[in-house]
């Protein structure tokens, strides 16, 4: 009887709480006011995905107001260099793009190394806009307001998907969440104009679009899935999450004994199709059928045949012999299964697993194997905080959500445990992972509350109750009756109150934690003045425009790696490594030349034809990102190819601590890296001990470093970014040491006049 | 055992400190299967002092379980591998024969090299070498020291010439075998034992496995398609996991920390930081709130008496808000200036 009454209300559509309308429980009449249901319904969803779409765009614009339309970080920067050579080139340029301005003199074949699907959306808007609309926009704010568009599609589809594996209600809690949850956000903000921008929509489409073809058995579902997924492949690296995820639901699912025709029909079809379209990806290629990455999808196809044929089989003839038939044939395909794949691999023809994903696995392979994908921040393993901090209370209806899909066991809620247990492992081993888990977490979030929301605002309860009492126990009194009902009311209210409430509390901390943790371009800093009011530290574009103006078009930067993107997006200048770390023997050499001494550094350098060096230096304004703290990656990479050369032990005090003051080692003092951190920092403090607020030590003013090799050419404003000229050979054919001693001497007959860089706005 | 006491007893009779020959140290180093010889305060004065004619290693450490020094039991069998690998060459030390070969094959280039010495692995445990651990002067272990060959008759000479290893990120036994092999001139080959009671335990093991799932093979196929343990291993899982388990195991974080004056801190307040008791104060939280809540949507609405449904409703309200307060206090605990909380309870 319960759960009957239960259906008829769930049916019509109640609002989640965010919104202000008040859904209507009637479930007797089609009819309210002489409109349809059906109407009302459909016009309230309308309302509320628009009102959705706003909310999850307006809270990633924060960056914007705050500063200005600008491309963030480092990635986004490539992607934007990228687009912009794409709409003023053609597609087939772009995919046929060598680029000789990065890496060099080894240029990329960028072409054919990166994952088209951001810049083609975003060039095929412009040229919509352009072309059909006559809306001429600059394509530096599509690429800034692309993330916070594709968010409105992410919610829509968080919908969908939720919609499949409870009911709409839970759909649209979803799609609430899923707009506005921070971990999110955290890659989707105006500006972030990176792959996961568009790929987590994709992510959520094709997942939908996979549980709807599961579901029916469709073609074209299957189909539109692996369209999606091929639109995935083309723009993250992380589709191999979907090319893993959908085979082993399948596999688990064969387990379970659920085979049907309709798993048959869904999974060949995307299968077929969408490794088909993935390889037409020039970066992929023939990864999908020549790594291991790729291998279960492929074993799984080959399973869903013969689980075909034995279900066939098994239609035919009698079960004892079925039974053998069964047992000999699983044995046989699966040794044969495992020695192929175990020859191929050793004969070369399948490529291992990468490092990257097998680092997923073996913790502890990365820090041991290859130091740069250790080095990078965003692959550190998660603490607690970060998954309260991203999700807030949906962190604890998580578990609750997957429990309750437990209760109902349908072929999508394997899914969606499944789903929910691999991605809690992913995002606890690599921050970088909450991305996602945070779909699902909302997912089940959702759908915990809306069960919750399904019992306690159903009220046909109380409206349904007279007339059953009154045909089962008449004599009782009304009063009796009475103070039920209230008890129901107070009940339900109690439940319903308290999470109102959660739920604007989790509106204020992801609004606060949007707008403090996640909308920093990290291009321009921001700082409080004494007074309040916001001061803007731009010493990164200062310096990369200093660059443009000032050197010559072919002049050639070196800098760690981390800053090659923005040197070629904002300075358009030659890098030597950039955030496409594919050469780490490149990337150890540019670390060779920070960590070795001047005259090590100086054949490295005119080697490399470099003409200018850049340094990020924190020290006077306590900026903690610099490259003295980044130093000893650069150490232990370089050391990774010269072992003999280079030693971080060199690079550590006596008391085996990581020192730059008057403790520091040797070795440390005579790197180029920190000559050119600290060249001139004592001028500063008029030629006493400088201090160093990043890492609080001083640096006494007798050690004051001296370069002989590079000559400063500019500091910015806050001294974040130092650029220093790599001088040329000297014209007498002296070494460089001579010829600045001999300068000095000159220039201090001729008393040098100090050029101070203004220091009133510090502090 | 025999020869350590006489060991023991000579060093106390022994007038002249003198380090002990080589023969007496190969001896003394068949004690272990590792062939460590064990350094302690009763015979530290003899393994050490005088001229040696010989490398000595020596670990400084402790793997009891009151210290809790994580490093030091992560450390501890990369050193007993190279030891014993090392031993597995040279079953008794260089020997004579050794020596000439290396020494001709060198040729005149000998004279410019030092001769290849042998070397001796040591290993002290901090509850029985309280006294030479403070001859160091020792802050914090593990400790590797390494003593060169010398002809210093002086006392404790040992100490001025002794080198510390420095830790760093990496294979331990890779980087320890670069350091010897740079002061001693060695190579060190390394021959992992093959561990024949796993091997024996893990057939007997897998043996077992199988006779008892074709025994109980109903049982067992009950416990895997049983829907409450499938659901119970997912939450723990995804519980743990939400908690931050894996940073625990990665970075090797403390369980807690103790503070001065037997004060314990147990939430430390970094964001991107924790310690190990923080996964299990955590998970249960969380685990807590996930309950409350399936409470509330499974088990209320089968109460049939209103009233009794009333008050189980009006606890298990109470007891979300009361958890989730202390989960937003937590979480404010970790510092970064959060804004928001449910209840002051704390200051």
């Known amino acids: 009887m319960v759960s009957e009454k239960k259906k008829q209300s769930v049916s019509t559509s109640s609002a989640p709480l965010k919104q202000k309308e008040v859904a209507e429980v009637v479930p007797t009449g089609p009819k309210i006011l002489g409109v349809k249901l059906d109407t009302i319904r459909l016009l309230l969803q309308v309302i509320i995905f628009i009102s959705i779409a706003g909310a999850s765009i307006s809270s990633r614009l924060f960056s914007v107001i705050r500063f200005e339309s600008i491309i963030h970080e480092f990635d986004p920067w490539f992607n934007f260099r990228a687009t912009k050579y794409l709409v003023t080139h053609s597609y087939y340029d772009f995919l046929n793009w060598f680029d000789d301005r990065t890496w060099y003199p080894l240029g990329r074949v960028t072409g054919g190394t990166l994952y088209p699907g951001l810049m083609v959306t975003s060039g095929v808007i412009w040229h919509t806009l352009r072309e059909w609309l006559a809306l001429p926009i600059d394509i530096r704010n599509i690429c800034v307001l692309l993330a916070p568009a594709f968010s409105g599609l992410t919610a829509i589809f968080t919908y969908f998907f939720t919609k499949e594996i409870k009911d709409s209600n839970a759909g649209l809690l979803a799609a609430i969440f899923m707009g506005i949850a921070p971990g999110y956000i955290s890659r989707s903000v105006a500006g972030s104009y990176d792959n996961e921008a568009i790929a987590i929509t994709l992510l959520m489409a094709t997942f939908y679009f996979w549980i709807k073809a599961m579901k029916l058995g469709s073609v074209f579902y299957g189909t539109l899935t692996a369209l999606f997924y091929f639109y995935m492949v083309s723009a993250w690296g992380g589709y191999v999450f979907i090319t893993n995820l959908i085979p082993l639901h399948i596999f688990v699912l064969i387990l379970m004994g659920r085979y049907s025709h309709k798993l048959y029909t869904a999974y060949t079809t995307w299968y077929a199709l969408g490794t088909l379209a993935s390889m037409q990806i020039p970066f992929v290629g023939f990864l999908p ?250 010493d990164f574009r200062e310096a990369y425009y200093w660059l443009r103006m000032n050197t010559p078009e072919d002049a050639k930067v070196m800098a760690w790696w981390d800053y090659g993107y ?103 003092k005579d790197s180029l890296m920190y000559k050119m951190s600290y060249y001139r920092f004592n001028e500063l403090y008029n030629g006493r001990d400088a201090s160093d607020r990043v890492r609080g030590q001083t640096i006494p003013a007798s050690q004051a470093p001296e370069l002989n090799v590079v000559e400063e050419a500019f500091t910015s404003q806050n001294w974040i970014v130092r650029l220093y000229k790599v001088k040329d050979l000297d014209n007498v054919g002296r070494n460089l040491h001579s010829a600045t001693q001999f300068s000095k001497t000159e220039q201090s007959k001729r008393k040098r006049i100090a050029k101070k860089p203004v220091i009133d706005l510090r502090e | 055992m025999r020869a350590n006491l006489f060991i023991v007893i000579a060093s106390l009779l022994n007038i002249v400190i003198a380090a002990l020959s080589n023969k007496e140290l190969v001896t003394l180093s068949k004690n272990s299967k590792q062939r460590i010889i064990h350094i302690n305060d009763a015979n530290y004065k003899t393994l050490l002092e005088g001229p040696r004619d010989y490398h000595m290693v020596v670990l400084m450490t402790s793997t009891s379980s009151s210290i809790n020094c994580v490093l030091c039991t992560e450390f501890k ?43 001796y692995f040591l290993y002290s445990e901090f509850t029985d070498s309280r006294e030479f651990f403070g001859v160091f002067q020792l802050n914090n272990i593990p400790k590797v020291f390494y003593f060169p060959p010398s002809t210093n008759t002086e006392k404790n000479a040992y100490l001025k010439e002794s080198l510390e290893y420095q830790f760093f990120a990496g294979s331990h036994k890779d980087l320890l075998i670069d350091w010897l092999k740079q002061l001693t001139g060695h190579e060190f080959p390394i021959y992992i034992p093959p561990d024949y009671t796993k091997l024996v335990t893990n057939i007997v093991g897998a043996l077992a496995f199988l006779s008892l799932s074709k025994i109980f093979h109903k049982q067992l196929l009950k416990v895997l398609t049983s829907k409450i343990i499938w659901s119970g291993l997912s939450l723990i899982f995804i519980l743990l996991l939400t908690s931050g388990y894996m940073f625990n195991q990665i970075r090797g974080v403390p369980y807690v920390r103790e503070l001065g004056g037997g004060k314990i801190e147990y939430i430390l307040a970094q964001q991107q930081n924790q310690y190990g008791v923080e996964t299990q104060i955590l998970s249960f939280v969380y685990g807590c709130l996930s309950l409350f809540m399936v409470i509330l949507v499974k088990k209320v609405p089968e109460l049939k008496n209103s009233q009794v449904q009333f008050i189980t409703v009006v606890i298990f309200s109470f007891l979300i808000f009361f958890f989730y307060a202390i989960l937003v206090g937590i979480f404010g605990l970790k510092g970064a200036g959060y804004p928001f909380k449910l209840l002051r309870m704390m200051k």
């Open chain 1, 566 to 668: 923005q040197i070629g997006g904002m300075a358009d200048r030659t890098t030597l490594v950039d955030n496409n770390t594919w050469n780490n023997t490149h990337i150890a050499t540019v670390g060779k030349a920070m960590c070795s001494s001047e005259e090590v550094s100086y054949e490295i350098l005119k080697k490399h034809d470099v003409d200018y060096v850049l340094v990020i230096f924190g020290g006077l304004l306590g900026y903690s990102g610099d490259d003295i703290n980044k130093f000893l990656w650069m150490v232990r990479i370089s050391e990774g190819i010269w072992p003999d050369e280079v030693h971080e032990r060199d690079f550590f005090s006596e008391r085996g601590e990581y020192k730059v003051d008057s403790e520091a080692s040797q070795t440390m």
């Open chain 1, 289 to 538: 059928i020549r790594s291991n990455d790729h291998m279960a999808a492929l074993g799984v196809f080959g399973l869903l045949q013969l689980v075909a044929v034995g279900d066939y089989v098994k239609s035919q003839i009698p079960s004892k012999q079925f039974k053998s038939f069964l047992v000999i044939s699983l044995v046989l395909t699966i040794t044969l299964g495992i020695i192929g794949l175990v020859g191929l691999t050793t004969l070369g023809w399948i490529a291992p697993w990468t490092g990257r994903f097998y680092s997923l696995w073996d913790t502890n392979y990365a820090k041991i194997h290859i130091p740069i994908i250790a080095s990078v921040s965003e692959h550190q393993p998660t603490a607690w905080p970060a998954f309260f901090f991203d999700t807030n209370m949906l962190i604890w209806l998580f578990p609750a959500g997957v429990y309750l899909c437990f209760q109902d066991l349908q072929n999508e809620h394997v899914f969606v445990i499944i789903y929910a247990v691999l991605c809690s492992y992913f995002a606890g081993v690599m921050v970088r992972l909450m991305l996602t888990l945070t779909p699902i977490i909302c997912a089940s979030g959702a759908i915990a509350l809306s069960k919750l929301f399904d019992v306690y605002l159903d009220i046909s309860e109380l409206i349904n109750a007279n007339p059953e009492e009154e045909t089962t126990d008449k004599k009782k009194s009304t009063g009796n009756r009475k103070a039920n009902i209230f008890f129901i009311l107070l009940s339900k209210l109690i439940v319903l109150l308290t999470f109102a409430f959660y739920l604007f509390y989790f509106v204020f901390h992801c609004t606060w934690v949007t707008s403090n943790a996640y909308s920093s371009p990290s291009v321009v800093l921001a700082s409080k003045n004494p007074d309040g009011s916001q001061h803007i530290i731009d």
């Open chain 2, 77 to 119: 069998p990369e050193y007993e591998l190279v030891s014993s690998s090392w031993f597995q060459d040279h079953p008794e030390g260089l020997t004579e024969e050794d020596l000439e070969v290396s020494a001709d094959e060198e040729g005149g280039e000998s004279l410019s090299k030092v001769a290849p010495k042998n070397i």
